[in-house]
């Protein structure tokens, strides 16, 4: 809560107390539920060691990149809130378009030959043998989307106010790496 607040001017106990309300304006927007799921997910990292459960090996995908740095020591807490913070915040402002993101129950191998035919919809996360996530501006990713929901392949749309993980955030890494 410190270390978001030391950066991000706001505390994650707080935003996280009214999480049971209905029109909660902090569930909405990239800038606060970035830096909520990076504490929850170092406090729970945390909480796991100090009761003896010690980890070999941690890692994660996206921001739980940041949270796996912190909890590996490669990043102290204050370094972690620092990145997920101006990360978020970037998310919020300039890369704000017309993303849309959806996870897809399709090998990278089938799916990859579609996407000649959708310049612009990237394979941002492979999760598993069978699970890609998509991602791209949402005037480009929902016609492929509908092409395979017509095919019965199982679509999930993700609820995101950015495409992240493709070539719509280029332009923001010249701020993040500062």
Same mark, same amino acid.
């Given at each position: 809560?410190?270390?978001?607040?030391?950066h991000?001017?706001?505390?994650?106990?707080?935003?996280?107390?009214?999480?049971?309300?209905?029109?909660?304006?902090?569930?909405?927007?990239?800038?606060?539920?970035?830096?909520?799921i990076?504490?929850?997910?170092?406090?729970?990292?945390?909480?796991?060691?100090?009761?003896?459960?010690?980890?070999d090996?941690?890692?994660?995908? #996206?921001?739980g990149?940041?949270?796996?740095?912190v909890?590996?020591?490669?990043?102290?807490?204050?370094?972690g809130?620092?990145v997920?913070?101006? $990360?978020?915040?970037?998310?919020?402002?300039?890369?704000?378009?017309d993303?849309?993101?959806?996870?897809?129950?399709?090998?990278?191998?089938k799916?990859e030959?579609?996407?000649?035919?959708?310049p612009?919809?990237?394979?941002?996360v492979?999760?598993?043998?069978?699970?890609?996530?998509?991602?791209g501006?949402?005037?480009?990713?929902?016609?492929?989307?509908?092409?395979?929901?017509a095919?019965?392949? $199982?679509?999930? $749309?993700?609820?995101?106010?950015?495409? #992240?993980?493709c070539?719509?955030?280029?332009?923001?890494?010249?701020q993040?790496?500062?």
């Amino acid at each position: 809560d410190k270390a978001i607040y030391a950066h991000a001017g706001w505390s994650v106990c707080k935003v996280l107390s009214i999480l049971g309300a209905d029109d909660n304006p902090y569930l909405q927007s990239t800038e606060y539920i970035q830096p909520l799921i990076f504490a929850v997910q170092v406090a729970l990292a945390k909480t796991l060691i100090s009761w003896g459960m010690v980890p070999d090996v941690v890692l994660g995908q #996206s921001m739980g990149e940041v949270a796996a740095a912190v909890v590996s020591g490669a990043l102290s807490i204050d370094d972690g809130a620092k990145v997920i913070v101006t $990360r978020s915040r970037l998310a919020s402002g300039d890369a704000s378009t017309d993303g849309a993101m959806a996870t897809v129950e399709m090998s990278a191998e089938k799916i990859e030959p579609l996407l000649v035919r959708h310049p612009g919809v990237t394979i941002a996360v492979y999760q598993s043998p069978t699970h890609v996530v998509l991602s791209g501006q949402a005037t480009i990713l929902e016609p492929l989307l509908l092409e395979l929901e017509a095919d019965d392949c $199982r679509i999930q $749309r993700i609820a995101v106010d950015y495409a #992240s993980h493709c070539e719509e955030v280029d332009p923001l890494l010249p701020q993040l790496n500062q």
